[in-house]
Protein backbone atom coordinates (compact mmCIF):
# COMPACT_ATOMS: atom_id res chain seq x y z
CA UNK A 1 0.00 0.00 0.00
CA UNK A 2 1.23 3.48 -0.86
CA UNK A 3 2.40 5.75 2.08
CA UNK A 4 2.73 2.41 4.46
CA UNK A 5 5.62 1.63 6.64
CA UNK A 6 6.64 -1.44 6.88
CA UNK A 7 8.31 -2.43 10.58
CA UNK A 8 10.48 -5.01 11.65
CA UNK A 9 9.54 -6.77 15.21
CA UNK A 10 12.24 -8.70 16.96
CA UNK A 11 12.27 -12.34 16.55
CA UNK A 12 13.72 -15.78 17.68
CA UNK A 13 15.09 -15.49 13.56
CA UNK A 14 17.25 -12.99 15.08
CA UNK A 15 18.96 -14.62 17.77
CA UNK A 16 22.03 -16.14 15.04
CA UNK A 17 22.52 -12.41 14.12
CA UNK A 18 22.76 -11.19 17.80
CA UNK A 19 25.07 -13.52 18.95
CA UNK A 20 27.21 -12.94 16.47
CA UNK A 21 27.30 -9.02 16.50
CA UNK A 22 27.90 -9.19 20.51
CA UNK A 23 30.44 -12.12 20.52
CA UNK A 24 33.02 -10.21 18.92
CA UNK A 25 33.04 -8.13 21.79
CA UNK A 26 33.30 -10.78 25.14
CA UNK A 27 36.94 -12.09 25.69
CA UNK A 28 38.07 -15.13 27.29
CA UNK A 29 39.77 -14.51 30.82
CA UNK A 30 42.23 -16.99 31.85
CA UNK A 31 42.98 -17.22 35.44
CA UNK A 32 45.40 -19.69 37.13
CA UNK A 33 44.80 -23.56 37.68
CA UNK A 34 43.41 -23.57 33.92
CA UNK A 35 39.99 -21.55 35.33
CA UNK A 36 38.43 -19.68 32.72
CA UNK A 37 35.28 -17.28 32.33
CA UNK A 38 34.05 -14.54 30.20
CA UNK A 39 34.95 -11.03 29.97
CA UNK A 40 32.38 -8.00 29.35
CA UNK A 41 33.79 -4.88 28.46
CA UNK A 42 32.57 -2.03 31.08
CA UNK A 43 32.17 1.78 31.26
CA UNK A 44 35.50 2.64 31.90
CA UNK A 45 38.14 2.34 28.91
CA UNK A 46 40.04 -0.87 28.94
CA UNK A 47 38.13 -2.30 32.20
CA UNK A 48 36.44 -5.82 31.98
CA UNK A 49 34.29 -7.08 34.75
CA UNK A 50 34.33 -11.39 35.34
CA UNK A 51 33.69 -13.78 37.54
CA UNK A 52 35.59 -13.65 40.72
CA UNK A 53 36.27 -17.15 40.88
CA UNK A 54 38.25 -17.77 37.81
CA UNK A 55 40.92 -15.19 39.12
CA UNK A 56 40.49 -15.16 42.26
CA UNK A 57 44.06 -15.39 43.68
CA UNK A 58 45.91 -13.62 40.53
CA UNK A 59 47.01 -10.16 40.47
CA UNK A 60 47.37 -10.80 36.57
CA UNK A 61 45.12 -12.45 33.96
CA UNK A 62 45.41 -13.65 30.59
CA UNK A 63 42.94 -12.41 28.09
CA UNK A 64 41.91 -13.53 24.81
CA UNK A 65 39.57 -11.55 22.04
CA UNK A 66 37.36 -12.78 19.63
CA UNK A 67 40.12 -12.74 17.22
CA UNK A 68 43.01 -14.34 19.09
CA UNK A 69 44.98 -11.39 20.44
CA UNK A 70 46.18 -12.04 23.55
CA UNK A 71 46.56 -9.52 26.68
CA UNK A 72 47.19 -9.52 30.02
CA UNK A 73 44.94 -7.62 32.52
CA UNK A 74 45.33 -6.57 36.08
CA UNK A 75 42.57 -7.39 38.88
CA UNK A 76 41.92 -4.05 40.61
CA UNK A 77 38.68 -5.09 42.92
CA UNK A 78 36.70 -7.97 43.97
CA UNK A 79 33.19 -8.70 45.41
CA UNK A 80 33.12 -12.00 46.58
CA UNK A 81 29.21 -11.69 47.87
CA UNK A 82 28.45 -11.66 43.88
CA UNK A 83 31.42 -13.39 42.66
CA UNK A 84 32.35 -10.55 40.83
CA UNK A 85 36.08 -8.94 39.78
CA UNK A 86 37.02 -5.80 37.92
CA UNK A 87 39.86 -5.72 35.52
CA UNK A 88 41.96 -3.23 33.73
CA UNK A 89 43.72 -3.50 30.28
CA UNK A 90 45.17 -1.63 27.56
CA UNK A 91 42.58 0.81 26.68
CA UNK A 92 43.20 -0.21 22.85
CA UNK A 93 43.56 -4.07 23.94
CA UNK A 94 39.88 -3.87 25.09
CA UNK A 95 36.90 -4.59 22.73
CA UNK A 96 33.83 -2.03 22.72
CA UNK A 97 30.47 -3.10 23.15
CA UNK A 98 28.09 -2.43 20.67
CA UNK A 99 24.82 -2.82 22.75
CA UNK A 100 23.19 -0.03 25.28
CA UNK A 101 22.51 -1.09 28.50
CA UNK A 102 18.98 -1.46 29.62
CA UNK A 103 17.32 -0.44 32.61
CA UNK A 104 16.48 -3.06 35.14
CA UNK A 105 13.33 -1.07 36.35
CA UNK A 106 12.31 -1.98 32.68
CA UNK A 107 12.31 -5.79 33.03
CA UNK A 108 9.48 -7.87 32.49
CA UNK A 109 8.66 -11.35 33.62
CA UNK A 110 9.06 -13.84 30.89
CA UNK A 111 10.94 -11.82 28.70
CA UNK A 112 12.59 -13.73 26.50
CA UNK A 113 16.77 -13.78 26.91
CA UNK A 114 19.62 -14.74 24.99
CA UNK A 115 22.97 -15.35 27.49
CA UNK A 116 26.08 -15.24 25.37
CA UNK A 117 29.61 -16.25 27.09
CA UNK A 118 33.34 -16.85 25.98
CA UNK A 119 34.89 -19.49 28.38
CA UNK A 120 36.51 -21.16 25.57
CA UNK A 121 37.93 -20.08 22.36
CA UNK A 122 34.48 -19.51 20.41
CA UNK A 123 31.10 -18.15 21.74
CA UNK A 124 28.39 -19.75 23.57
CA UNK A 125 24.93 -19.23 23.54
CA UNK A 126 21.77 -20.34 26.18
CA UNK A 127 18.37 -19.14 25.80
CA UNK A 128 15.59 -18.73 28.42
CA UNK A 129 12.82 -16.05 30.04
CA UNK A 130 13.27 -14.09 32.82
CA UNK A 131 11.76 -16.44 35.61
CA UNK A 132 11.23 -13.98 38.67
CA UNK A 133 11.72 -10.65 38.30
CA UNK A 134 11.12 -9.49 41.79
CA UNK A 135 12.28 -6.35 43.98
CA UNK A 136 15.25 -6.04 45.91
CA UNK A 137 17.35 -8.30 47.62
CA UNK A 138 20.40 -9.02 50.27
CA UNK A 139 21.70 -12.24 51.13
CA UNK A 140 23.39 -13.92 54.13
CA UNK A 141 26.61 -13.53 52.13
CA UNK A 142 26.58 -9.73 52.17
CA UNK A 143 25.50 -9.25 48.14
CA UNK A 144 22.40 -7.13 47.57
CA UNK A 145 20.46 -6.48 44.62
CA UNK A 146 18.85 -3.75 43.57
CA UNK A 147 16.26 -6.03 41.52
CA UNK A 148 15.82 -9.76 41.80
CA UNK A 149 16.31 -11.27 38.18
CA UNK A 150 16.34 -14.96 37.84
CA UNK A 151 16.26 -16.75 34.33
CA UNK A 152 14.12 -19.50 34.04
CA UNK A 153 16.97 -22.13 33.79
CA UNK A 154 19.80 -23.26 35.16
CA UNK A 155 22.60 -22.72 33.01
CA UNK A 156 25.95 -24.00 32.22
CA UNK A 157 29.13 -24.73 33.42
CA UNK A 158 30.74 -21.67 32.28
CA UNK A 159 28.30 -19.17 32.19
CA UNK A 160 28.90 -17.25 34.65
CA UNK A 161 29.78 -13.40 33.82
CA UNK A 162 28.24 -13.98 30.61
CA UNK A 163 26.00 -11.40 28.74
CA UNK A 164 22.45 -11.24 28.64
CA UNK A 165 20.66 -9.33 26.08
CA UNK A 166 17.14 -8.87 24.82
CA UNK A 167 15.44 -9.21 21.23
CA UNK A 168 15.53 -5.52 20.88
CA UNK A 169 19.85 -6.01 21.07
CA UNK A 170 19.95 -4.39 24.88
CA UNK A 171 22.37 -5.74 27.49
CA UNK A 172 19.90 -7.26 30.18
CA UNK A 173 22.69 -7.63 32.80
CA UNK A 174 25.36 -10.34 33.35
CA UNK A 175 24.29 -13.44 34.56
CA UNK A 176 25.98 -15.71 37.44
CA UNK A 177 25.71 -18.98 38.85
CA UNK A 178 26.89 -19.53 42.09
CA UNK A 179 25.33 -17.10 43.87
CA UNK A 180 22.21 -18.25 44.66
CA UNK A 181 22.15 -22.02 44.95
CA UNK A 182 20.62 -23.88 41.78
CA UNK A 183 19.55 -20.86 40.11
CA UNK A 184 21.10 -18.34 37.33
CA UNK A 185 20.47 -14.71 38.66
CA UNK A 186 21.38 -11.77 36.37
CA UNK A 187 23.09 -8.64 37.83
CA UNK A 188 21.71 -5.33 36.38
CA UNK A 189 22.64 -2.06 35.43
CA UNK A 190 21.95 0.01 38.88
CA UNK A 191 23.23 -3.38 41.13
CA UNK A 192 26.87 -3.06 38.37
CA UNK A 193 27.33 0.32 38.53
CA UNK A 194 26.89 0.30 42.34
CA UNK A 195 29.32 -2.50 42.63
CA UNK A 196 31.71 -1.70 40.15
CA UNK A 197 32.05 1.72 41.41
CA UNK A 198 32.91 0.64 45.10
CA UNK A 199 35.30 -1.94 43.32
CA UNK A 200 36.71 1.21 40.89
CA UNK A 201 37.19 3.44 43.73
CA UNK A 202 38.16 1.20 46.79
CA UNK A 203 39.17 -2.50 45.19
CA UNK A 204 36.57 -3.87 47.30
CA UNK A 205 33.19 -3.61 49.36
CA UNK A 206 33.24 -0.86 51.64
CA UNK A 207 31.24 -2.84 54.57
CA UNK A 208 29.01 -1.19 57.57
CA UNK A 209 28.93 -2.49 61.15
CA UNK A 210 27.73 -1.14 64.56
CA UNK A 211 29.40 -3.11 67.05
CA UNK A 212 26.68 -5.25 68.45
CA UNK A 213 26.71 -9.20 69.09
CA UNK A 214 23.59 -10.57 68.97
CA UNK A 215 21.46 -13.77 69.31
CA UNK A 216 17.96 -14.67 67.62
CA UNK A 217 14.97 -14.47 70.48
CA UNK A 218 11.73 -15.23 70.76
CA UNK A 219 9.17 -11.95 70.33
CA UNK A 220 6.91 -11.46 73.61
CA UNK A 221 2.98 -12.32 72.20
CA UNK A 222 1.53 -8.65 71.34
CA UNK A 223 5.05 -7.46 70.04
CA UNK A 224 4.62 -10.47 67.21
CA UNK A 225 1.49 -9.84 66.69
CA UNK A 226 1.88 -6.12 66.15
CA UNK A 227 5.39 -7.14 63.89
CA UNK A 228 3.87 -10.12 62.03
CA UNK A 229 6.59 -12.38 63.13
CA UNK A 230 7.79 -14.53 65.83
CA UNK A 231 11.50 -12.94 65.99
CA UNK A 232 14.06 -10.35 66.05
CA UNK A 233 17.73 -10.24 67.66
CA UNK A 234 18.53 -9.71 71.20
CA UNK A 235 21.82 -7.88 72.02
CA UNK A 236 24.27 -9.76 74.34
CA UNK A 237 27.94 -7.44 73.95
CA UNK A 238 28.78 -4.09 72.69
CA UNK A 239 31.71 -3.12 71.59
CA UNK A 240 33.33 -0.38 73.58
CA UNK A 241 33.10 3.04 71.90
CA UNK A 242 31.38 1.23 68.48
CA UNK A 243 28.67 2.53 66.58
CA UNK A 244 26.09 1.06 68.99
CA UNK A 245 27.62 2.03 71.75
CA UNK A 246 27.79 6.15 70.60
CA UNK A 247 24.20 5.58 69.58
CA UNK A 248 22.42 4.42 72.87
CA UNK A 249 22.09 0.85 72.22
CA UNK A 250 22.07 -0.97 75.70
CA UNK A 251 22.94 -4.84 76.46
CA UNK A 252 19.40 -6.72 76.60
CA UNK A 253 18.25 -4.21 73.88
CA UNK A 254 16.30 -6.16 70.57
CA UNK A 255 16.67 -5.12 67.55
CA UNK A 256 13.84 -5.74 65.25
CA UNK A 257 14.47 -3.66 61.56
CA UNK A 258 17.13 -1.47 60.33
CA UNK A 259 15.21 0.94 58.05
CA UNK A 260 12.23 -1.06 58.15
CA UNK A 261 14.08 -4.00 56.62
CA UNK A 262 13.24 -6.71 59.19
CA UNK A 263 16.18 -9.06 60.63
CA UNK A 264 15.80 -11.88 62.40
CA UNK A 265 19.50 -13.87 62.35
CA UNK A 266 22.77 -12.42 62.52
CA UNK A 267 23.27 -12.91 58.78
CA UNK A 268 20.51 -11.20 58.11
CA UNK A 269 21.73 -7.42 60.69
CA UNK A 270 24.89 -7.76 58.51
CA UNK A 271 23.44 -7.86 55.34
CA UNK A 272 21.29 -5.08 56.05
CA UNK A 273 24.31 -2.90 57.05
CA UNK A 274 26.53 -4.11 54.30
CA UNK A 275 26.48 -1.31 51.93
CA UNK A 276 25.54 1.32 54.68
CA UNK A 277 28.53 2.52 56.28
CA UNK A 278 28.50 6.12 57.49
CA UNK A 279 25.25 6.54 56.52
CA UNK A 280 22.72 7.18 59.19
CA UNK A 281 19.92 4.18 59.68
CA UNK A 282 17.19 4.01 61.74
CA UNK A 283 17.61 0.60 63.99
CA UNK A 284 14.11 -0.31 65.58
CA UNK A 285 14.13 -1.82 69.14
CA UNK A 286 12.31 -3.44 72.35
CA UNK A 287 13.64 -1.95 75.36
CA UNK A 288 12.05 -3.13 78.72
CA UNK A 289 8.91 -4.07 76.68
CA UNK A 290 8.19 -1.05 74.53
CA UNK A 291 9.15 -0.06 71.22
CA UNK A 292 11.79 2.37 70.43
CA UNK A 293 14.21 3.44 67.89
CA UNK A 294 18.00 4.47 67.77
CA UNK A 295 19.55 6.64 65.17
CA UNK A 296 23.24 4.86 64.09
CA UNK A 297 26.05 5.56 61.53
CA UNK A 298 27.46 2.36 60.52
CA UNK A 299 31.20 2.10 60.71
CA UNK A 300 33.87 1.04 58.39
CA UNK A 301 34.89 -2.28 57.96
CA UNK A 302 36.88 -3.56 54.59
Given at each position: ???????S???????????????????????G???????????Q?????T??????????????????????A???????????A????????????????R??????????????????????A?F????????A????????????V?I??????????????????????L?M??V??????????T??????????RH??????????G???A???T????R???????I????????????????L??????V??D???????????????????VT???????????????P????
Open positions: MLGSTMTEPSLNDLPDIATKVGESLVRVQGRRRSATGVPWRPGSLVALHAVERDDAVEVTRADGVTFEAVIGRDPSLDLLLRAPADAVPSLPLAWSTASLRIAEPVLSLGRPGASVRAGVLGVVAGVRFGSGGALDRYEDRQLPQGFSGSLVVDLKQHVVGARGVRGASIVLGDTLERVLGQLEGHIQRGYIGVVHPRLPDHAALGRGRALVVAIEDDGPASRAGVSGDVIVADDAVTTPLELRAALEDRAKQRISLIRGGAPTTVEVEGLRA
